[in-house]
């Protein structure tokens, strides 16, 4: 059962961007926090960006910010990555995962990943 579906990868060209999507469905409807986690080739996972639901409040790796931004809609039901000028070390699979438990940062539920390459 498919419970966070990414999508919006792609190649790029180093200095463009590109939009990620996230679409939560299920248990995972009800989330309290939405990360983005990538993991380049030969490299652990890596923290991008998380956003909490009650208020919004977002956190950045230090590699990204300002230059991403993490954001979700109004009905919650779909969180987005928006990636600017991007860098040839940002290539990696980025994944979109969820926690649902108020107060608590852990992620139970992962999607598939994304893959985003980035020419120099």
């Known amino acids: 059962q498919v419970q966070l579906v990414e999508s919006g990868g792609g190649l790029v060209q180093a200095g463009n961007s590109l939009r990620l999507s996230c679409a939560p469905s299920g248990r995972t409807s009800s989330w309290y926090v939405m990360a983005w986690i990538r993991q380049a080739p030969g490299k652990d996972r890596e923290f991008v960006a998380n956003?909490?639901?009650?208020?919004?409040?977002?956190a950045y790796a230090s590699s990204v910010k300002g230059r991403f931004t993490i954001s979700t809609n109004n009905a919650k039901n779909t969180v987005y990555l928006q990636m600017n000028n991007l860098k040839p070390e940002d290539t990696a699979v980025y994944y979109c995962a969820a926690g649902l438990i108020p107060g608590l940062i852990r992620y139970d539920y992962w999607g598939q990943g994304t893959q985003v390459t980035v020419s120099s």
């Open positions: 956003i909490r639901r009650t208020d919004a409040f977002t």
